[in-house]
């Protein structure tokens, strides 16, 4: 009898071991709440706002704070196991500053009926080793589209008149489930600047589409809606121009992010 019951709950501990599987992240997320525990106090933050998309093989975030429009973004790579969710970035920006060397953060992940959970249990916030815990609601549609995925800048102006100056910038942008979001480091002044900027889209048509921004790093387009042209070569590069009310025009171009 007793070896029967030994055999029970190792059957059991089994059967609870193989049926965990590893989590399905693709999408787009708002993050509703971060909670902050360096050991000494636990804080809670409601009001920033941060947006994070997850596509097959990578993984970009966008954050600002309300309270002093300060910025961050992150892009990167990552994986999936039972364990949870590693996350290879490879470039961020805050406020002020970049960094282009490679990081690697192992999240504790609990799927919830409208998003997820994460936890970093070890990461270093203001010089502090910290628990960081984040929640996350599911949002847009499961409608797909032609610019769906993370994509790099290669080069950007802005037109005006018969002049044109180009912007000495790094620039990651992203699409995914009718939301998008833009990060950039600004290096055209004498001082290194974050820039963020999140929201919907849609495609009108093949060659335009609408960019509704919803929180952005700059006043000028928070709020506001954006018909921009687009053209495509092949899949994996695009421009993008648009066109501002005293007629000046930005043209960027994009290649998409690929293991």
């Given at each position: 009898?007793?070896?029967?019951?030994?055999?029970?709950?190792?059957?059991?501990?089994?059967?609870?071991?193989?049926?965990?599987?590893?989590?399905?992240?693709?999408?787009?997320?708002?993050?509703?709440?971060?909670?902050?525990?360096?050991?000494?106090?636990?804080?809670?933050?409601?009001?920033?706002?941060?947006?994070?998309?997850?596509?097959?093989?990578?993984?970009?975030?966008?954050?600002?704070?309300?309270?002093?429009?300060?910025?961050?973004?992150?892009?990167?790579?990552?994986?999936?196991?039972?364990?949870?969710?590693?996350?290879?970035?490879?470039?961020?920006?805050?406020?002020?500053?970049?960094?282009?060397?490679?990081?690697?953060?192992?999240?504790?992940?609990?799927?919830?009926?409208?998003?997820?959970?994460?936890?970093?249990?070890?990461?270093?916030?203001?010089?502090?080793?910290?628990?960081?815990?984040?929640?996350?609601?599911?949002?847009?549609?499961?409608?797909?589209?032609?610019?769906?995925?993370?994509?790099?800048?290669?080069?950007?102006?802005?037109?005006?008149?018969?002049?044109?100056?180009?912007?000495?910038?790094?620039?990651?942008?992203?699409?995914?489930?009718?939301?998008?979001?833009?990060?950039?480091?600004?290096?055209?002044?004498?001082?290194?600047?974050?820039?963020?900027?999140f929201g919907t889209f849609s495609m009108l048509g093949n060659n335009k589409m609408q960019e509704t921004d919803l929180n952005s790093t700059y006043p000028i387009i928070a709020g506001q809606t954006f018909v921009i042209d687009l053209t495509f070569e092949g899949n994996d590069n695009y421009q993008q121009t648009i066109v501002h009310p005293d007629s000046s025009k930005t043209v960027e171009f994009y290649e998409r992010l690929k293991l």
């Open positions: 009898m007793k070896y029967l019951k030994i055999c029970f709950i190792a059957l059991v501990i089994s059967c609870n071991s193989s049926s965990k599987k590893a989590p399905k992240m693709q999408g787009a997320y708002l993050m509703t709440s971060q909670t902050i525990n360096d050991g000494t106090k636990k804080t809670e933050y409601t009001d920033v706002k941060q947006l994070k998309i997850y596509t097959d093989h990578y993984v970009i975030y966008t954050q600002i704070n309300a309270a002093d429009s300060t910025s961050l973004f992150g892009v990167g790579s990552y994986t999936s196991d039972t364990s949870g969710v590693t996350e290879h970035i490879i470039y961020s920006s805050r406020d002020s500053s970049f960094d282009d060397s490679p990081s690697t953060y192992k999240l504790e992940i609990t799927k919830t009926a409208d998003g997820y959970n994460q936890i970093i249990s070890d990461i270093l916030i203001d010089s502090a080793k910290s628990k960081l815990t984040e929640i996350y609601q599911s949002v847009g549609t499961k409608d797909s589209s032609i610019l769906d995925g993370v994509w790099r800048q290669t080069k950007s102006y802005e037109i005006k008149g018969s002049d044109s100056t180009k912007y000495n910038r790094t620039e990651y942008k992203a699409f995914k489930n009718g939301y998008f979001m833009f990060g950039l480091t600004d290096k055209d002044s004498s001082r290194i600047r974050t820039g963020i900027g």
